[in-house]
């Protein structure tokens, strides 16, 4: 089983792919992992020069130096040390064939793809016999590693925000990448068909009691507000679900907290049936919304 499964160059200053291994394994962890991976490399400015993110069974690594981030996904069982040995002499390697003017002026994603041949010599060297291959030496990661521990990256600290279009976001100009929600479920389509029909029940109670409230010297104006505002957080629920966007997780709960509160300040104009409705049928776009991933739609060009 391959311990090292994809290795990734990317320019530190704007995030543009330089080179990457080609990639043989096509499991969903990976490609999940992959798709973290490009977004990470849009933010590296912001992280330390060396760090990590924690998968479930597949772990990314990455260092930066001198302009250029080295990025990997490794099966879980490789030691860290192992990695980022791989990840020094992948270092080595780029740096002997490319000098930092050229890495400069590279102006089109992926100028380098000829250094994939290299890559995936080192690949085999670490897959195989699952050691250094050049100038570094395992107890000297190791002891660097023990000086100055591993930075975790939180995914929540990587904003996905460079250009939202139709539920895709463009990565930066000439990058050539786009990130895209995963295609609409049949569960999806229910909870949007359900949150357009609640949408509608409140606004519509809404209108109509605003009539009562202006005759009755605005005593019902706090229903008109809750309805109102039901109805703003069910639309809302639906754009959330239908295009990405950053802290999904803090906005979907917000909303989903917000008609809570509403249908139970109603209960005096809703049966307890209808409370009921209105609360699941919330909590399942909630769910949903959360569970729609990101997709990742661009052509890496072979890699």
Same mark, same amino acid.
């Given at each position: 089983?391959?311990?090292?499964?994809?290795?990734?160059?990317?320019? &530190?200053? $704007?995030?543009?792919?330089?080179?990457?291994?080609?990639?043989?394994?096509?499991?969903?962890?990976?490609?999940?992992?992959?798709?973290?991976?490009?977004?990470?490399?849009?933010?590296?400015?912001?992280?330390?020069?060396?760090?990590?993110?924690?998968?479930?069974?597949?772990?990314?690594?990455? /260092?930066?130096?001198?302009?250029?981030?080295?990025?990997? +996904?490794?099966?879980?069982?490789?030691? +860290?040390?192992?990695?980022?040995?791989?990840?020094?002499?992948?270092?080595?390697?780029?740096?002997?064939?490319?000098?930092?003017?050229?890495?400069?002026?590279?102006?089109?994603?992926?100028?380098?793809?000829?250094?994939?041949?290299? /890559? !995936?010599?080192?690949? !085999?060297?670490?897959?195989?016999?699952?050691?250094?291959?050049?100038?570094?030496?395992?107890?000297? +990661?190791?002891?660097?590693?023990?000086?100055?521990?591993?930075? &975790?990256?939180?995914? $929540?600290?990587?904003?996905?925000?460079?250009?939202?279009?139709?539920?895709?976001?463009? !990565?930066?100009?000439? *990058?050539?990448?786009?990130?895209?929600?995963?295609?609409?479920?049949?569960?999806? /389509?229910?909870?949007?068909?359900?949150?357009?029909?609640?949408?509608?029940?409140?606004? /519509?109670?809404? +209108?109509?009691?605003?009539?009562?409230?202006?005759?009755?010297?605005?005593?019902?104006?706090?229903?008109?507000?809750?309805?109102?505002?039901?109805? &703003?957080?069910?639309?809302?629920? =639906?754009?959330?679900?239908?295009?990405?966007?950053?802290?999904?997780?803090?906005?979907?709960?917000?909303?989903?907290?917000?008609?809570?509160? =509403?249908?139970?300040?109603?209960?005096?104009?809703?049966?307890?049936?209808?409370?009921?409705?209105?609360?699941?049928?919330?909590?399942? *776009?909630?769910?949903?919304?959360?569970?729609?991933?990101?997709? $990742?739609?661009?052509?890496? =060009?072979?890699?």
């Amino acid at each position: 089983m391959s311990l090292i499964l994809f290795a990734f160059v990317v320019r &530190v200053r $704007d995030g543009l792919p330089l080179s990457a291994s080609t990639d043989f394994e096509h499991n969903r962890e990976l490609q999940e992992r992959k798709q973290q991976l490009r977004a990470i490399s849009k933010a590296l400015s912001r992280f330390p020069d060396r760090g990590t993110v924690k998968g479930q069974e597949l772990n990314i690594y990455f /260092i930066s130096s001198e302009g250029v981030s080295y990025m990997t +996904v490794c099966h879980c069982s490789l030691p +860290v040390a192992k990695a980022f040995c791989f990840l020094e002499d992948l270092r080595w390697e780029f740096t002997a064939c490319f000098n930092s003017t050229v890495v400069a002026l590279a102006a089109r994603p992926y100028p380098f793809l000829e250094f994939d041949s290299t /890559i !995936q010599k080192l690949k !085999q060297q670490y897959n195989q016999s699952r050691g250094p291959a050049l100038e570094v030496t395992l107890a000297e +990661v190791q002891e660097d590693l023990r000086i100055h521990p591993l930075q &975790v990256i939180n995914l $929540d600290e990587v904003e996905l925000t460079n250009g939202i279009a139709n539920g895709h976001m463009e !990565q930066g100009s000439g *990058s050539g990448q786009n990130v895209r929600l995963e295609p609409v479920t049949a569960p999806g /389509i229910l909870s949007l068909v359900l949150n357009i029909m609640c949408a509608s029940l409140n606004v /519509i109670r809404g +209108v109509h009691l605003i009539e009562y409230t202006f005759q009755d010297d605005y005593e019902g104006i706090w229903n008109v507000v809750a309805f109102l505002l039901a109805f &703003v957080c069910c639309v809302s629920q =639906c754009h959330l679900y239908l295009f990405h966007s950053s802290l999904k997780k803090l906005k979907s709960f917000t909303l989903l907290s917000v008609i809570v509160l =509403c249908n139970l300040y109603l209960l005096g104009m809703r049966n307890v049936w209808q409370l009921i409705f209105h609360i699941s049928v919330a909590s399942l *776009s909630t769910v949903l919304i959360l569970n729609r991933k990101l997709q $990742d739609r661009t052509n890496d =060009c072979g890699v």
